[in-house]
């Protein structure tokens, strides 16, 4: 029996929320550990670089969960 995307996913939206959580960081772990290789985290050395030129790029936290809350809010449903 095979399951695609679709059914998996499907499938972990009727897990409790404390279970998606979990299976959604181990896939992302799975997931930059494969596209990341041995060099390590790069989009995060990026990220480091970018902002350490440009403070001003920052954001508070405030501003990070404005943005997460915006961007990300039909998600969660």
Do not use: I
């Amino acid at each position: 029996m095979s399951t695609d995307a679709s059914q998996l996913y499907e499938m972990a939206r009727a897990l409790p929320p404390e279970q998606r959580r979990d299976l959604a960081r181990r896939l992302l772990k799975s997931v930059e550990r494969e596209l990341e290789g041995p060099s390590g985290p790069s989009h995060v050395v990026c990220a480091y670089d970018e902002l350490h030129d440009d403070p001003s790029r920052s954001m508070s936290a405030d501003e990070v969960k404005a943005y997460f809350d915006a961007n990300w809010a039909g998600e969660q449903q």
